[in-house]
């Protein structure tokens, strides 16, 4: 469904082309699985998604999960991965 292309020969200096809308999948990693769940269900109310434990960290304090869904445009995609960014319960996204 994500169909991720650069055009030219410095294909690796230029911004990739990405059609939408397309499946997206964001890595969370925070302190705990129930904080992510619900900081994700604060910001993609009405929207399908899946939100899977993807790992933790060997000492137990990280969780990192994986969040699938589809964007339709890269304005709701950059929004939304600065929404999760600035959540109290999320450490890091990528």
Request: aromatic share 8%.
């Amino acid at each position: 469904m994500k169909n991720i292309s650069s055009t030219g020969p410095d294909s690796g200096l230029r911004k990739p082309r990405i059609d939408y809308p397309c499946l997206w999948q964001y890595r969370i990693i925070g302190e705990s699985k129930v904080a992510i769940r619900k900081a994700v269900e604060e910001y993609v109310r009405l929207q399908p998604f899946s939100l899977t434990l993807s790992n933790v960290s060997s000492g137990g304090r990280y969780v990192s999960m994986s969040l699938e869904l589809t964007v339709h445009g890269e304005e709701q995609r950059l929004a939304l991965y600065r929404l999760l960014a600035g959540h109290p319960a999320v450490r890091v996204v990528l």
